[in-house]
């Protein structure tokens, strides 16, 4: 993800301590960032709301990490109808997303992520200023935001709870986002077990999300616990992409690539960015390597 060329929408994330110090948290709000990709991409259901998980799960992986990453992908690889997922942020909040099947439905009809995304791989990847550093666990059954809870626990040592949620109705993307609860060491033991035994009775993280109150989600997950909120920052679903780039891009392609492009004809070629859905129209003549 280079510098990004156009900001498409715009989403948040808070962050603060509770229970008197004993627990780190961070909320994200991507709703409008989120319905903005739906739209654009033009993703079934099930696609929208894996993706928004994705999305929200990265923003909120990166405020655990020690050392901000100057970017942090992360890639969901399963064997159900959605393919591939990956989201990236970078420092700067800037954050995108892409997934190979945008059309496609559970076999079962349903929302279910799990079924969606099915068996196979997370990858993490931290680019910094001493080079990447990556690392990978196996997808958890139960969805995206445990797979994270999981890999935290297993890469990065942290003991953490990752809830995610996007509320997909007819007209739309009403409520995506999530929160992360962290467990800051020598924390009170009979503390942290409330709040697990809390966050084990939590049933609907889509509809808490899509309250007005912003705190709603807060409330249910920390009940009585005093907390703070330190920082508020502004995030934005933003594409590098750019017509000059992609046509140097196809101006690589192997040669009988590029000579069935042009015996193709037509009305040209037409290539749609993954990440934002622009489109981008290029004539035969267009294509042939600059002598």
Same mark, same amino acid.
Do not use: C, F, N, Y
């Given at each position: 993800m280079s510098t990004p060329s156009t900001i498409l929408s715009q989403g948040g994330i808070r962050h603060g301590l509770a229970g008197s110090g004993d627990l780190r948290w961070?909320?994200?709000? #991507?709703t409008q960032a989120v319905e903005t990709v739906r739209r654009?991409?033009?993703?079934s259901p099930l696609a929208a709301v894996a993706l928004g998980q994705l999305l929200a799960g990265t923003v909120l992986i990166q405020r655990l990490v020690t050392k901000t990453p100057l970017r942090l992908r992360l890639e969901v690889r399963g064997d159900g109808p959605l393919g591939r997922l990956q989201a990236e942020v970078d420092a700067e909040g800037h954050l995108r997303g892409s997934v190979d099947h945008g059309r496609a439905e559970s076999p079962d009809g349903s929302l279910g992520i799990a079924s969606?995304?099915?068996?196979? #791989? #997370?990858?993490?990847v931290r680019q910094t200023a001493r080079g990447n550093y990556e690392s990978q666990v196996e997808l958890v059954p139960s969805g995206i935001g445990q797979t994270l809870t999981h890999y935290l626990e297993q890469s990065e040592q942290i003991r953490a709870a990752v809830l995610l949620g996007v509320m997909a109705r007819p007209e739309g993307i009403t409520a995506a986002g999530g929160l992360v609860l962290e467990a800051l060491p020598d924390a009170d033991g009979d503390l942290l077990l409330a709040v697990e035994e809390r966050i084990a009775e939590q049933e609907s993280v889509s509809r808490? #999300?899509?309250?007005?109150?912003?705190d709603a989600l807060l409330d249910d997950v920390l009940g009585q616990l005093d907390r703070e909120t330190l920082a508020s920052d502004t995030l934005s679903y933003a594409c590098s992409c750019d017509r000059d780039s992609l046509l140097q891009r196809l101006r690589e392609l192997p040669v009988e690539d590029l000579e069935y492009l042009e015996q193709k004809g037509g009305d040209g070629t037409e290539v749609v960015c993954t990440y934002c859905g622009a489109r981008y129209l290029f004539q035969a003549d267009e294509l042939r390597p600059v002598q």
């Open positions: 961070a909320q994200t709000d #991507l654009r991409l033009d993703l969606g995304i099915g068996h196979g #791989l #997370l990858r993490v808490l #999300l899509e309250s007005p109150d912003e």
